[in-house]
């Protein structure tokens, strides 16, 4: 599995972008990007997944370099409930998420 | 409604004693995962099981155990020989082993007194 690097911990205000990043320089050419979040003491939650192209869903952007070696996560109008520990993750097939310590966003009003 | 259960939400066992965590789902997953999550940490993962009365080890499967005897259920027992079973166990169910994108049930936070 390709590692992945995100900052600790990040701040955004209520209604404001908040724009997570990860870097995945080792990534190969078939591995996705997959973003999980997890609201204190509940499972994990999916978000998003992409391989090469920006994805769009209702809840979250996925933009990936053009050299796939990090992409954001964003989340358009943040708020209180977005407020988690986000995981990046790359993978191919069937294989076990590798879940790191993530980036602990914090919205506040 | 369709999803994954887990119960109970809370869990005391006295040290010694065999647990066993319970994991339904009813989405029609093939395949289904235990994960264990300690504070402040990622998840690591038990075991998983691609399909029925199949299921293989995972990074940390030493003093667990499960059974895949049904699709839709899943068990996992924390046995005595587990070292430090106090921690917030998560199972998960992905659609097949083609498909990444796997489902979280609400966890179990067992605590071992």
């Known amino acids: 599995d390709a590692k992945t690097t995100q900052p600790p911990s990040m701040d955004c205000a209520e209604g404001r972008a908040a724009n997570l990043p990860c870097n995945h320089s080792?990534?190969?050419?078939?591995?996705?990007v997959y973003w999980y979040r997890q609201i204190h003491s509940q499972g994990p939650q999916y978000i998003i997944h992409?391989?090469?192209n920006n994805e769009t869903n209702e809840m979250a952007s996925l933009i990936i370099t053009e050299d796939r070696k990090s992409s954001t996560l964003i989340l358009p109008h943040a708020t209180l409930r977005d407020t988690a520990v986000y995981y990046c993750?790359?993978?191919?097939?069937?294989?076990?998420?590798?879940f790191g310590t993530g980036t602990r966003l914090l919205v506040s009003p | 409604d369709g999803g994954i259960t887990q119960s109970p939400k809370y869990l005391f066992r006295k040290e010694g004693q065999n647990v066993t965590l319970s994991c339904e789902q009813n989405?029609?997953?093939?395949?289904m995962y235990w994960y264990r999550q300690d504070p402040g940490q990622g998840l690591r993962l038990i075991y998983y099981?691609?399909?029925?009365?199949?299921?293989q080890k995972g990074d940390i499967a030493e003093g667990y155990s499960v059974s895949r005897e049904k699709k839709e259920s899943f068990p996992l027992t924390v046995t005595s020989a587990q070292k430090n079973p106090t921690a917030f166990y998560l199972c998960?169910?992905?659609?097949?082993?083609?498909?990444?994108?796997?489902?979280f049930g609400p966890g179990t936070r067992l605590t071992v007194l």
């Open positions: 998960a169910s992905s659609i097949d082993r083609g498909t990444d994108t796997q489902y």
């Open positions: 989405l029609n997953h093939d395949a």
């Open positions: 099981s691609q399909i029925v009365n199949d299921f």
């Open positions: 993750i790359v993978r191919v097939g069937f294989q076990k998420l590798v």
């Open positions: 080792t990534i190969s050419g078939n591995e996705y």
């Open positions: 992409g391989l090469k």
